[in-house]
């Protein structure tokens, strides 16, 4: 054994014939975290985002076009309009319009919510900071957390889900002081009113800015005051350290 540690990032069940299988996954996952270090992420949102394909246009039951370089106007669009304008199949179509990115809708909401569950689930963003119309994850993941899941679903309570942003993170990473509010750890801190505090992206218009975060610092030094960023750039490139060991994942 190579005694690396492995990453699920970002785990889902896609495609319908796959929905309920989660139950499955998070078995298996935590079968094999008995033998070796393992992690997971996830993101709260039904929709994956990435190139233009084939294969996920297939699976997804809707496909939106976030660019095309091949056909700019397929921008924001769902694939399936575009392919009807053109009047051609997916195969072609995507041929004509490459290269592209796409979003494909083609994950259970329940899948979502029981990935979360789970103890060892980290909160993942991720996204193409270039793209004209990204996932909405770009720039509402940690927020649409807290209102879905804490707020509405009650999920996850504020702590646990907290947690799996920081402290969580920090600890399967190697991170050392960080993630948690304790002496002699850096000050990353972020105010916010949980009765208020909302995601406001979606799949229509990705590029909003969350709601209801009074103030931000990094490392101790404030970077955002409610209304806008400040100049100071404080942040570090964040060096991997000793991890948890896989032993204690769990704890």
Not at 193 to 200: E, F, L, M, Q, S
């Amino acid at each position: 054994a190579l005694d690396v540690r492995v990453v699920l990032s970002h785990h889902k069940v896609a495609g319908k014939e796959n929905h309920g299988r989660s139950v499955e996954t998070l078995a298996r996952i935590d079968a094999q975290r008995a033998l070796q270090p393992l992690c997971l992420d996830c993101h709260p949102y039904p929709a994956t985002s990435t190139m233009l394909r084939l294969d996920r246009a297939r699976l997804a039951s809707r496909t939106m076009i976030t660019w095309s370089k091949g056909y700019p106007e397929a921008t924001g669009r769902d694939f399936g309009a575009v392919m009807a304008e053109l009047g051609l199949d997916d195969a072609a179509a995507i041929a004509r319009l490459a290269p592209a990115g796409a979003i494909y809708f083609l994950i259970d909401p329940a899948d979502v919510n029981r990935i979360f569950s789970h103890p060892l689930t980290m909160v993942g963003s991720d996204g193409l900071p270039f793209d004209p119309h990204p996932h909405p994850r770009q720039w509402g993941t940690f927020t649409n957390v807290l209102r879905t899941m804490v707020r509405e679903q009650q999920l996850l309570s504020l702590e646990s889900a907290i947690h799996k942003m920081t402290g969580l993170a920090a600890a399967q990473y190697g991170l050392s002081g960080r993630g948690l509010l304790r002496q002699g750890y850096h000050a990353d801190l972020v105010l916010f009113d949980p009765a208020n505090v909302t995601d406001t992206a979606t799949f229509s218009a990705p590029i909003q800015v969350s709601q209801g975060i009074h103030a931000v610092w990094v490392n101790g030094r404030q970077v955002w005051d409610g209304e806008r960023t400040g100049t100071e750039r404080p942040g570090q490139v964040l060096a991997p350290g000793e991890a948890i060991p896989w032993s204690q994942q769990s704890e």
